[in-house]
């Protein structure tokens, strides 16, 4: 039983992922996720968001035609949907379909799983969130000593196999790179692809704020966590940037 002082941080996932809490209950939220497996699994099904988005990306007229902002009633309205849907399996999707809507409208199109910037506007949500799945799982680090690039990952057992989030950091562009998961059999899985812009990630001194910061990313292999031996951050013309032992 949580005292009636405490606030029940279970409640605020559907919030925390359409943006609607203010700072300091973000970030309470993100402390007991932490800590929270329940939270945790229900923000990773949440994630499935990116193919939606994709989806009305895709037929959204242009950008510059979205630019409503959703008010207060309207994202009430999707919060009520939230509890909805936990009840109604069957209407899962039209969850997933608002709250898409609220992201299109209501915020910068950035990448659902991968966070680092390339513009000048605060971190969206889910952005947030990814950064939280890093610091919640099991994280191994590198640096690598050669390229001096600076990575970890962070790993979290799933039924269908491994949940892993990627840091970078001191690495410049322009480049286009991939992760790749290798297991103990020599089998590989990419994990996830991206770009790095000239002005680079992790950078000390960078130009940008965006620079200076760490790039996160994040993305599933289908091996169980005991069976990767360890991770890869190559170029995609073949260049090791860095390994991470498992």
């Not at 800590?35 to 990116?50: F, K, P, Y």
């Not at 050669?146 to 962070?154: F, I, L, M, P, R």
Request: net charge neutral.
């Amino acid at each position: 039983m949580i005292p009636p002082t405490q606030p029940d941080r279970h409640s605020d996932v559907g919030a925390y992922v359409l943006g609607v809490l203010d700072a300091a209950d973000a970030d309470r939220f993100e402390r007991h996720l932490v800590g929270c497996d329940r939270c945790a699994a229900e923000l990773e099904e949440l994630m499935a968001l990116t193919p939606v988005l994709a989806e009305f990306k895709q037929s959204a007229p242009t950008p510059e035609t979205i630019t409503a902002v959703p008010g207060r009633r309207v994202l009430d309205g999707l919060l009520d949907e939230v509890d909805a849907t936990r009840r109604s399996r069957g209407r899962r999707r039209l969850f997933l379909v608002a709250a898409a809507v609220v992201l299109i409208v209501g915020g910068p199109l950035a990448a659902v799983s991968v966070t680092g910037g390339g513009d000048k506007e605060p971190a969206p949500p889910l952005a947030n969130a990814v950064r939280a799945q890093y610091a919640a799982g099991e994280k191994v680090t590198s640096v690598d000593p050669e390229t001096k690039v600076s990575a970890g990952v962070s790993m979290a057992a799933r039924p269908w196999g491994t949940q892993v989030v990627m840091e970078l950091a001191n690495v410049k562009g322009p480049k286009s790179c991939d992760l790749v998961a290798v297991g103990k059999d020599g089998k590989r899985q990419t994990i996830t692809t991206w770009a790095v812009p000239k002005g680079g990630y992790g950078i000390p001194g960078g130009a940008e704020k965006w620079n200076r910061e760490p790039l996160y990313a994040s993305g599933g292999a289908a091996l169980n966590r005991g069976d990767i031996d360890h991770f890869e951050i190559n170029t995609l013309d073949g260049k090791r940037l860095a390994t991470i032992k498992a």
